[in-house]
């Protein structure tokens, strides 16, 4: 199973909500990663967490707040986000942050905000 | 500095091959990637490569690798109008915690 589950699919957000988007693998991965996409443009890394820590944050917002409950799950909170926010939010996730050659990522949040 | 770079855009005929070229500039790659988006989908790995090979193969997929010019292709054997999708180009840094550096993509248009 090289499965990497992410929920809700689709989510529209007014600029003073709070939402969160969930991510979810089951393969023992250590290593999990939120990357947000705009259209015809390559993923951008925001995120990294390696062993539950947090370990990467490129300087994203702090209306978006990650978390990583357990070795399973990650979750990205969002709040008073901006129209310019809307994107395709991927997770990802890798055996270790150092070493685990192979990244899988799942489908998707496409995020819009009005 | 780390830049993957890539062709924006290739057309081919349905049954001919496609090569997707990819150039990067960080030497101390450790992995290279070649992942595939359709329209309004997620990111699937099609195949990976480690910086001390040269070539893999898997079935319909050939990927080179000459680490002397930072050369990367992907070569799709009789392609088919499925195969039409984003091809993005990644590579992996030693001690970069395993998050990638992608290319801008290749569009693969497939004709019938």
């Known amino acids: 199973d090289t499965e990497v589950t992410q929920t809700p699919k689709h989510l529209v957000m007014g600029m003073t909500n709070k939402k969160s988007l969930k991510c979810e693998q089951h393969m023992g991965h250590r290593a999990m990663y939120w990357y947000k996409q705009k259209a015809k443009k390559p993923p951008e890394l925001m995120f990294v967490y390696s062993y539950e820590k947090l370990s990467i944050n490129e300087s994203v917002p702090s209306r978006f707040s990650p978390e990583c409950p357990n070795s399973s799950l990650l979750n990205l909170h969002l709040h008073a986000l901006q129209p310019e926010d809307s994107a395709l939010y991927l997770c990802?996730?890798?055996?270790?942050?150092?070493?685990?050659?192979?990244?899988?990522f799942g489908p998707g949040t496409r995020l819009l905000v009005l | 500095g780390e830049d993957v770079e890539q062709s924006l855009f290739l057309s081919v005929r349905e049954g001919d091959s496609s090569v997707i070229n990819c150039t990067y500039t960080?030497?101390?790659?450790?992995?290279l990637y070649w992942y595939k988006q359709e329209p309004g989908a997620g990111l699937q790995l099609l195949t990976y490569?480690?910086?001390?090979?040269d070539m893999k193969q898997d079935q319909r997929l050939t990927v080179l690798l000459n680490k002397k010019d930072k050369h990367l292709s992907l070569r799709i054997a009789d392609t088919q109008t499925g195969d039409s999708a984003i091809y993005f180009c990644a590579e992996s840094i030693w001690g970069s915690q395993g998050n990638l550096i992608f290319g801008k993509g290749t569009k693969l248009s497939v004709k019938p």
């Open positions: 490569i480690f910086s001390n090979m």
């Open positions: 960080d030497s101390s790659s450790t992995y």
């Open positions: 990802a996730s890798r055996l270790a942050a150092q070493g685990g050659e192979t990244q899988y």
